[in-house]
């Protein structure tokens, strides 16, 4: 077990920046790929950001390439999003999740989740 806390979802106005993170225990964490999803209502969870265990290598969904900058401290072991250039349709619970092995950007691969944290843009 990987216990995930996600915190530092709110409200903000379109254009705006928010920070996520996500704190875990476990030695395990820096051998984990973590990744960020995100769920909006009625629709499925989708993928946002991964980072590989060490940290060197990211991947990130088109829709937030050049805007979200995900990144990891494996010494807290803690978890971050950094979200900038807010826009509305980035309204969704953002859940961060964890899976040993390789990289995968499919939600039902990963092992590990939070409870989420809920990000509001507004326009």
């Known amino acids: 077990q990987v216990p995930l806390v996600e915190s530092g979802g709110g409200l903000v106005q379109t254009g705006g920046s928010l920070s996520l993170s996500c704190a875990a225990s476990?030695?395990?964490?820096?051998?984990?790929?973590m990744g960020w999803f995100r769920q909006a209502p009625g629709k499925e969870r989708e993928f946002v950001a991964a980072i590989s265990g060490s940290g060197i290598t990211t991947r990130y969904a088109d829709s937030v390439k050049g805007r979200f900058t995900i990144s990891r401290n494996n010494a807290k072991p803690t978890l971050y999003l950094q979200m900038n250039s807010l826009k509305p349709e980035d309204t969704a619970v953002y859940y961060c999740?964890?899976?040993?092995?390789?990289?995968?950007?499919?939600?039902?691969?990963?092992?590990?989740w939070g409870q989420g944290t809920q990000v509001t843009v507004s326009s």
């Open positions: 999740a964890g899976r040993p092995g390789g990289w995968n950007t499919n939600p039902g691969m990963y092992n590990y």
């Open positions: 476990g030695r395990a964490f820096s051998t984990y790929v």
